[in-house]
T-cell receptor, first 117, second 111 residues
Framework: EAGVAQSPRYKIIEKRQSVAFWCNPI?????LYWYQQILGQGPKLLIQ????????DSQLPKDRFSAERLKGVDSTLKIQPAKLEDSAVYLC???????????????FGPGTRLTVT | DAKTTQPTSMDCAEGRAANLPCNHS???????VYWYRQIHSQGPQYIIH???NNETNEMASLIITEDRKSSTLILPHATLRDTAVYYC????????????FGAGTTVTVRA
């Protein structure tokens, strides 16, 4: 079974530039997540999709970050304009179902390491 | 939302059992304990989860105390490939599947 795919793996940009990350979840997984992981910290959830609808984007800095999941499959996360503090690894994860109690473990991609200079 | 407390780091010898503690004294009755790990430069990987009873799978065992205020993840025969950051997470909310990661425990398995 193919895992969660992400691209690019690495990206270096200057502040105030824009950048986009792509994620292809495991086939059939209804729920997709984007996390931000700053060096030395655990991942922090940015946004959660159920099929192509947003379930939770309370931690997404909406003045500069946007995300979409067209057709309920692939997803893109965009940052415009980037700031120095956006330097982090951006992880995409997916899960089979959106369950009410237990289960539905998340499968993570390898992440995209973003460096903003 | 229940928070977890884990040691910052720990070492263990290759071939020996690694016991990773986690405190979650404010856990609610319907909240599960999840364990994930993150090997360097990879995304987190699901290990195991449980509610009340002890659980075992091919990767590890999870021991939850009777009062559910703490738990221990056991890696029965640690290998060098088990070197990673291990996260103990109490699932946030009752109707969704958010994961709130802390700093975790950095486990180093030494030959």
């Amino acid at each position: 079974e193919a895992g969660v795919a992400q691209s690019p793996r690495y990206k270096i940009i200057e502040k105030r530039q824009s950048v986009a990350f792509w994620c292809n979840p495991i086939s059939g997984h209804a729920t997709l997540y984007w996390y931000q992981q700053i060096l030395g910290q655990g991942p922090k959830l940015l946004i959660q999709f159920q099929n192509n609808g947003v379930v939770d984007d309370s931690q997404l800095p909406k003045d500069r970050f946007s995300a979409e999941r067209l057709k309920g499959v692939d997803s893109t996360l965009k940052i415009q304009p980037a700031k120095l503090e956006d330097s982090a690894v951006y992880l995409c994860a997916s899960s089979l179902v959106w369950v009410g109690v237990g289960g539905g473990e998340q499968y993570f991609g390898p992440g995209t390491r973003l460096t903003v200079t | 939302d229940a928070k977890t407390t884990q040691p910052t780091s720990m070492d263990c010898a290759e071939g020996r059992a690694a016991n990773l503690p986690c405190n979650h004294s404010t856990i609610s009755g319907n909240e599960y304990v999840y364990w994930y790990r993150q090997i360097h430069s990879q995304g987190p990987q699901y290990i195991i989860h449980g509610l009340k009873n002890n659980e075992t799978n091919e990767m590890a065992s999870l021991i939850i105390t009777e009062d559910r205020k703490s738990s221990t993840l056991i890696l029965p025969h640690a290998t060098l490939r088990d070197t990673a950051v291990y996260y103990c997470i109490v699932r946030v909310g009752s109707n969704d599947y958010k994961l709130s990661f802390g700093a975790g425990t950095t486990v180093t398995v030494r030959a």
